[in-house]
Nanobody, 122 residues
Framework: EVQLVESGGGLGQPGGSLRLSCAAS????????MMWVRQAPGKGLEWVSS?????????DYSDSVKGRFTISRDNAKNTLYLQMTNLKPEDTAVYFC??????????????WGQGTQVTVFS
């Protein structure tokens, strides 16, 4: 069974930092790209960042987090990370990690974690 368990969320101040972790199990972690998605209160899902399978060389970010967040992976630990710096109130959301599966038409999230809450002072 695929399991993705997010952790590291909490209360942060504007300009502060948090590091989120996603512990993966039930599949070959290194063979899959991964992504972070967030959901702000009362809003829909928003893609945050993606990282390729294997060495994680290729990374992509939404415009709202570019220059502030860094996605990374440690395949030896089957863990995905999101280092968040210069936090803003609009970063307040539940953050989910997801496993990606590639098809000819593109990549799609096949599994999701339970999410971890990040709250930034307004």
């Amino acid at each position: 069974e695929v399991q993705l368990v997010e952790s590291g969320g909490g209360l942060g101040q504007p300009g502060g930092s948090l590091r989120l972790s996603c512990a993966a199990s039930g599949f070959t972690f290194s063979n899959h790209g991964m992504m972070w998605v967030r959901q702000a209160p009362g809003k829909g899902l928003e893609w945050v960042s993606s990282i390729n399978s294997g060495d994680g060389r290729y990374r992509d970010y939404s415009d709202s987090v570019k220059g502030r967040f860094t996605i990374s992976r440690d395949n030896a630990k089957n863990t995905l990370y999101l280092q968040m710096t210069n936090l803003k109130p609009e970063d307040t959301a539940v953050y989910f990690c997801a496993k990606l599966v590639r098809y000819l038409s593109g990549s799609y999230a096949s599994s999701w974690g339970q999410g971890t809450q990040v709250t930034v002072f307004s």
